[in-house]
């Protein structure tokens, strides 16, 4: 019997899976987070990175990996809000089918503020959407990244990340892990390392997983380059881009995930995850050290 994988293989999880070497017995597939969603549900895989959502929603058959998360603390920059009025003025706006999480995301940022737009599910790129009669279009991942360089870029020698604007060619762009910062002080986590709790992954894949990651996050400069050209965007734009995520699954993170799960799915089974490996968490903070092109 072999363990099927089921990866959502968006650029911000490159710095896990682009080394990975799956051991013996293990084969994997790619797909949207909502595909990934299902599939490990269904059982047609084994264990996913899926949305954290999910995770928590089904928490009473589910168990994640305890070092594992696709998490930032502030802007994330990929989970978008692309709009043309204020958010208090919002009437319609297009959800991505791709996506549970950042839709789950958008519910309790809106009904923080009080505000209940129609929310309707349309494919294509955010400015078409604009155009055709959505105020606001929600968008995640690589393109949502593009999206927003379009908007927000360029960056020149002067500027950084952090300081590009959240507006441009008439659009505004809402970071909605900005703005989960803004409303809580917490990390967000998109998404954890999930399986059902009666078929833990095995050791051997783990290990790797963990290989792979400090592999990717010790040659995070290299990483970017090479998704820099796939993406078409600059090298100082997708390391920053990576360079920013939360990989660890930390203390901090699982707050943030606690608190998203008491306000998204009150009542929710409590969360588990697999026991925090020994030593493991020596390599984490030296990581990246002396790697990064300035
Ligand atoms: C931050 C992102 O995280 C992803 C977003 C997900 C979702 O919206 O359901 C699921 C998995 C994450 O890896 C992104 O792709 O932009």
Partial sequence: MTYQAGWIHYTNVAPILDSLTLPAGV????????QMNAALLSG????????AVEFIRHADVLEALPDFSVAVLGPVYSVNLFHTVPLERLRRVALTRQSAMSVALLEVLLAARGLSPALERAEGEAEDLLASGYDGVLRIGDSALREWYRVAGPLTPETTMTMLPHEGRGITVTDLAEEWFRLTGHPFVFAVWAYRRDNPPPPALVQ???????????????????????????????QHYLWNFRYHLEAPDRLGLHEFAAQAVPGHAPLRFGPQPEGERRHVLSASAGTLKP
């Avoid at 084969?27 to 909502?34: D, E, N, R």
């Avoid at 047609?44 to 949305?51: G, K, P, R």
């Avoid at 400090?214 to 970017?224: F, K, M, N, Q, T």
């Fill in 27 to 34: 084969t994997a597939i790619t797909g949207v987070p909502t």
């Fill in 208 to 238: 790797a997983m963990r290989e792979a990651r400090r592999h990717g996050i010790g040659h995070l400069a290299d990483v970017a380059a090479r998704h820099a050209r796939k993406l078409g965007l600059p090298e100082r734009v997708v």
């Fill in 44 to 51: 047609e895989v084994d264990i996913a990175n899926i949305s």
